[in-house]
């Protein structure tokens, strides 16, 4: 088992920035592709950026590019998006997943991800 656990969620202005964390416990983290999604109010959960389990390559959705950023620290078990220029559009219930299997890429496929954490909100005001 995977325990998953987001923070760093709050309330920003439209320009402004934040960073996630997303702590994990139990089997070996630094193992895990590692990925972020998110949901907004009234839309279906949609991919936002994955890393695998060394930090050497990433994926990401085109609505993020050169925004955000993803990393990962494998000694502290956790997982880092850091969220940059902000829109309102970002708004959204943000969670982290780990994905066991071995993957050339990060997957960005959510039935590819075995464990999730409880998410953490995030609101952008205009």
């Known amino acids: 088992q995977v325990q998953l656990v987001e923070s760093g969620g709050g309330l920003v202005q439209a320009g402004g920035s934040l960073r996630l964390s997303c702590a994990a416990s139990g089997r070996t983290f630094s193992s895990f592709a590692m990925g972020w999604f998110r949901q907004a109010p009234g839309k279906e959960r949609e991919f936002v950026m994955a890393i695998k389990w060394n930090g050497g390559r990433t994926n990401y959705a085109d609505s993020v590019k050169g925004r955000f950023t993803i990393s990962r620290d494998n000694v502290k078990n956790t997982v880092y998006l850091q969220m940059n220029s902000l829109k309102p559009e970002d708004t959204a219930v943000y969670y982290c997943?780990?994905?066991?299997?071995?993957?050339?890429?990060?997957?960005?496929?959510?039935?590819?991800?075995?464990?999730w954490g409880q998410g953490t909100q995030v609101t952008v005001s205009s």
């Open positions: 997943a780990a994905d066991t299997a071995a993957r050339f890429v990060p997957s960005g496929l959510q039935y590819e991800y075995d464990y």
